[in-house]
């Protein structure tokens, strides 16, 4: 499958300033895959060692840190050569080895022409635990779940996302009805790359929702293995809370949701455990629509995504019928799926917000920053463009464009408010 992450995996690979990279992520999200993949297509060897796997290098780096020693523990591992820039050397789930993580300094300042490359699927967590980082000696990729133009290539749709991408609305407009199909099966199938390739291959709805729950198991099984004592539970009752908290109208995060009576300094650490595993991801508040954004935050006023819209509806058991054909009573969560969706698309790329009016249902969905001004976002599940919440927000702070993604087809191109449909919001508009 074809994965964005390789052309930036190939600019890296050129870049002047070229050091060791670390690639963050969680689970499943295919980063051993594409870094094997990338040193297929570029290198002549890959030299690969997953620390999980390979206990006895687990202390590799305890001795010392030097570079010539490490390398040739890594040919003597690898029976492959390290040279440099013909080898790529792949140190996968780092964080198992003692001092991993600071090495990659002494390789940036003691052996800066070896092309390196580390990952890790529980690195935000590890260095949150106090472990030396090599800030400023290493470079950052991180990988998420395939987003739907990913999704499309890799289903055989390449002509419909290369339109999607270059926004031909003559050819968007006539194949309309079947991006909507392929858009609900994204709400299905989800980002996951296992899940992708079983819906590829033969598109049996409860194979996919097989491996879609072994990932959330594997994600549960982590919470014990690698979080500490208390704080399990208090992960466990946070995740288990997620479906609960989106499927409110107003998708604040409320503690009150994940245990009768609970208070935020109860679970802060439980929450920031789950971020830092990339499992959840927040967006808040700001007190003021106001440039920049990023100075009116509220931190006390978030909404909490899960990191894939496939494994959102996994968790909540929704059935592919209910999905792709609907049900009298799939109301309200259509809209949390639609929100998740349009959240996975956007967050790679930019940082988001929303707006809440205080004391009133005036909301605005998702707010970003464009240069000097701000673009409020409206997520509609289906054709009904109706939103006097954003019509208001767009007349009251003088807004120069804003955006409403819908199922319906394009619209409104001279338009201060665009109406988008939601199989384009992750192109520029």
């Known amino acids: 499958m074809e994965r964005k ?25 295919g980063k051993t895959w594409v870094v094997k993949e990338f ?3 570029y290198y002549e060897n890959t030299a690969y060692i997953n620390f999980e796997e390979a206990r006895h290098l687990q202390n590799l780096f305890v001795q010392d840190y030097d570079v010539d020693r490490i390398i040739r523990a890594i040919r003597t591992q690898c029976y492959v050569p390290c040279t440099p820039g013909k080898t790529l050397i792949f140190l996968d789930e780092i964080q198992e080895a003692t001092g ?24 935000g967590i ?26 499309l290539r890799a289903v055989g749709e390449e002509a419909l996302e290369e339109a999607v991408q ?14 909507v199909m392929r858009l609900k099966e994204y709400y299905f199938v989800g980002g996951m790359p296992e899940a992708v390739q079983a819906f590829k291959d033969d598109g049996e709805w409860n194979e996919i929702r097989e491996i879609q729950q072994e990932i959330l198991r594997g994600y549960e099984d982590d919470f014990s293995k690698h979080a500490e004592g208390a ?30 009576g609970a208070r935020a300094r109860e679970y802060e650490m439980a929450l920031q455990w789950l971020f830092d595993a990339g499992l959840l991801h927040q967006v808040n508040g700001v007190s003021k629509p106001g440039i920049p954004l990023s100075a009116y935050r509220d931190s006390k006023s978030f909404k909490v995504f899960m990191n894939d819209v496939g494994l959102l509806s996994a968790m909540t058991g929704l059935q592919a019928n209910t999905i792709l054909h609907g ?18 698309q956007l967050h790679e790329n930019q940082e988001l917000f929303y707006w809440s009016k205080s004391n009133s249902q005036q909301e605005v969905d998702f707010l970003a920053q464009q240069d000097d001004h701000l673009l409020p976002i409206e997520c509609k599940a289906e054709e009904n463009l109706k939103s006097k919440s954003l019509n208001s927000f767009v007349n009251e702070h003088n807004i120069r464009h804003a955006v409403k993604v819908s199922m319906k087809e394009y619209h409104g191109s001279d338009d201060i408010i665009k109406n988008i449909p939601l199989y384009m919001i992750n192109s520029r508009h």
């Not at 270059?166 to 991006?179: G, M, N, T």
């Not at 704080?231 to 009768?260: A, C, D, H, T, Y």
Request: with cysteine; proline share 4%.
């Open 39 to 41: 040193g297929k297509r």
């Open 126 to 151: 590890a260095m949150h635990r106090g472990i030396s980082f090599p800030v400023g000696k290493v470079n950052f990729l991180r990988m998420y779940p395939m987003n739907f133009c990913e999704f």
């Open 231 to 260: 704080l399990v539970e208090r992960i466990r009752q946070i995740w288990k809370s997620i479906p609960s908290q989106l499927s409110r109208e107003n998708r604040k995060f409320i503690f009150g949701l994940v245990r009768e």
């Open 327 to 344: 049900n009298d009573i799939f109301t309200e969560f259509k809209g949390a799926l639609t929100e998740q969706y349009v959240f996975q």
């Open 166 to 179: 270059s926004k031909d609305l003559s050819v968007l407009s006539l194949f309309h009805e079947r991006l």
């Open 5 to 29: 992450a390789l052309q930036e995996l190939l600019d890296w690979k050129h870049s002047k300033r070229r050091k060791p990279l670390v690639i963050e992520g969680a689970r499943q999200v």
């Open 100 to 123: 991993g993580l600071t090495a990659l300094k002494y390789f940036q300042e003691n052996c800066p022409e070896q092309h390196v490359v580390v990952a890790g699927s529980l690195l």
